[in-house]
């Protein structure tokens, strides 16, 4: 019962915590399709108004030019003609004005494409206004130059029609706010007959302020001459105010302004720049981490390689004056010399070194004790092939000892023996354990090889060798093996575990550049050459399987430092 409700609780704790997962990522998409959706939309109203402004620009522009060829042409026109023009630039203004749209760059419109074309009709239209008042105030005034008119009696009518629309726009003013008293909160609410009779007024008073506006203006400019000359004079040459017609386009600008700001504070927006930036940086780093261990590989599998590979060889004996001598191999066709247990008789005089784990069973009488390294004088060496924390074993009488890979089922173990001397290069990875004479010290030294290309090719520069006489217990996985040399043999790196030192050693490439490549494969495979050498290695090597596929970066890292040591 109690098995059932676990199963229970946990298949509704998990599909709970599914449920809510569902529910974060869900909203995460809606929240950043809609931020998406806001900025894209924006930008494309932006790009809008300003292609809005930059066609106006080029318009009025163009608008401009025509006005001051057109009204300078007039300079000694007659006064009908000069009438006939005033008249018609007046239409046209009455005409423009009657498209204005309340509201056309702050409402919401449908798509970009109908903000595109209200944009551009509004920004046209202001523009061609701007123009038309600018002509039409100085047709105004070059008429009344050319009319002769008494310039009192023109500036009293002038004033007159100032304060008759200065009147009317105040009488606008107070109608305004009689309804507005009246009508406090009708007004202001659409649907009723007070706000539109407010809207009818405040478009009246529009135009009231426009007409003031220009009867205002008309004064003034009546009023300068007259205080400048008694007789009138033709006005200068006709010439566009750039600066009233840029500010005719100040609505457009400040949709722009406004629309840039509503970008600013998407987050999308702020982070699209920076992104683009880097973008090109990281593709290139992408990319260069792609080729570049491509490029690194070829190079070394058709470049360095073949080279190593038409180096003479390697041979301790003769490199490092060491007089070799080969090891007794098993019978013909049985390399194996490992097993799930061996068992060793220890001599009187004799010391065994060994890992407890690997120590099944030995006699009662054999006296024992922890040795904390394997050599004093290669701490560093025993420490990193783990050699630490050995029992150290020995009897005054003849022992049995029996010794198994008790920890790892897949693990075997061989006994080496090492006759005097002979000379072992031997990776202290494999070793488990060694029989040698208790009085004698550890014939263990190590030699450096920098000069060599097939030592740095494999990143084995240094090589721990073994002198006889010596036992050594190897462990190796799914087995060990022991082959002579003859006229050359290859095998993977990764399972060599020791060779002797008459052996002629080199590297050879791996057959195919493809496993190669893909990490299946490694560069270079060991191979031994010698009529009486020997070499040593295990079946199944878990180090260096998969070249390239470690587990983590800091495991392959101290793999290759491993290696460099000839650990």
Not at 292 to 316: E, H, M
Request: aromatic share 6%; with cysteine; net charge positive.
């Amino acid at each position: 019962m109690r098995q059932l409700l676990t199963a229970i609780l946990r298949f509704l704790l998990r599909h709970a915590l599914q449920f809510a997962l569902f529910i974060v990522i869900l909203l995460a998409g809606r929240l950043l399709l809609a931020e998406w959706r806001a900025y894209s939309a924006g930008s494309e109203a932006v790009a809008a108004l300003r292609l809005a402004a930059d066609g106006a620009d080029d318009h009025g522009a163009g608008l401009a030019a025509a006005a001051t060829a057109r009204v300078n042409a007039l300079q000694h026109a007659s006064q009908a003609a000069i009438a006939a023009r005033l008249a018609h630039v007046q239409a046209q203004l009455t005409a423009l004005r009657a498209r204005q749209q309340p509201s056309l760059f702050t409402l919401p419109l449908p798509d970009t494409h109908t903000l595109a074309l209200h944009a551009q009709d509004e920004a046209a239209r202001r523009v061609e206004i701007e123009v038309l008042a600018q002509e039409a105030r100085y047709l105004t005034s070059l008429q009344a130059a050319l009319k002769g008119e008494d310039a009192r009696h023109t500036l009293a009518r002038l004033h007159a029609q100032h304060v008759q629309a200065y009147a009317a726009l105040q009488n606008n003013l107070r109608q305004r706010r009689e309804l507005e008293a009246r009508h406090p909160l009708a007004a202001h609410l659409p649907g009723n007959d007070a706000h539109t009779q407010l809207s009818r007024l405040e478009a009246e008073g529009q135009r009231l302020r426009e007409i003031n506006l220009q009867a205002y203006q008309a004064w003034q400019a009546q009023r300068a001459r007259t205080g400048a000359a008694t007789h009138a004079a033709h006005p200068a040459p006709f010439a566009i105010d750039e600066q009233a017609l840029s500010g005719a386009l100040a609505p457009v600008h400040a949709a722009i302004a406004a629309g840039e700001s509503q970008l600013a504070r998407n987050w999308i927006a702020r982070w699209r720049a920076p992104v683009m930036d880097v973008a090109p940086t990281a593709a290139l780093l992408v990319l260069s981490a792609i080729l570049l261990p491509l490029i690194i590989k070829a190079f070394f599998y058709f470049v360095l390689a073949p080279v190593a590979a038409r180096l003479p060889p390697l041979s301790i004996a003769r490199e490092l004056q060491l007089a070799g001598s080969s090891l007794p191999l098993p019978p013909q066709g049985e390399s194996r010399i490992s097993a799930v247990s061996q068992g060793l008789l220890l001599q009187p005089g004799q010391r065994m070194l060994i890992h407890p784990e690997y120590l099944q069973s030995s006699p009662v009488s054999s006296t024992k004790r922890t040795q904390w390294l394997l050599d004093w004088r290669f701490p560093f060496t025993s420490l990193a092939a783990g050699m630490v924390a050995l029992t150290h074993l020995h009897s005054d009488e003849q022992a049995c000892v029996t010794i198994s890979a008790s920890d790892d089922p897949l693990l075997e173990v061989a006994v080496v023996h090492l006759p005097a001397g002979s000379a072992l290069v031997f990776q202290p990875r494999g070793l488990v354990g060694l029989v040698c004479d208790s009085n004698e010290p550890l014939a263990i030294s190590s030699h450096w090889r920098l000069g060599s290309l097939h030592a740095w090719l494999t990143l084995q520069l240094r090589f721990i060798v073994f002198r006889g006489p010596v036992t050594l217990i190897v462990r190796g996985c799914r087995g060990v093996r022991l082959e002579r040399a003859g006229q050359g043999r290859s095998i993977s790196q990764s399972a060599t575990l020791g060779f002797t030192t008459d052996v002629l050693y080199s590297t050879l490439r791996s057959e195919t550049f493809i496993p190669y490549l893909r990490g299946q494969q490694a560069l270079l495979n060991d191979r031994f050459d010698g009529d009486n050498g020997v070499y040593l290695y295990e079946e199944t090597p878990r180090h260096g399987k998969q070249p390239g596929k470690v587990g983590s970066w800091f495991e392959g890292f101290t793999d290759a430092i491993l290696k460099v040591f000839g650990i």
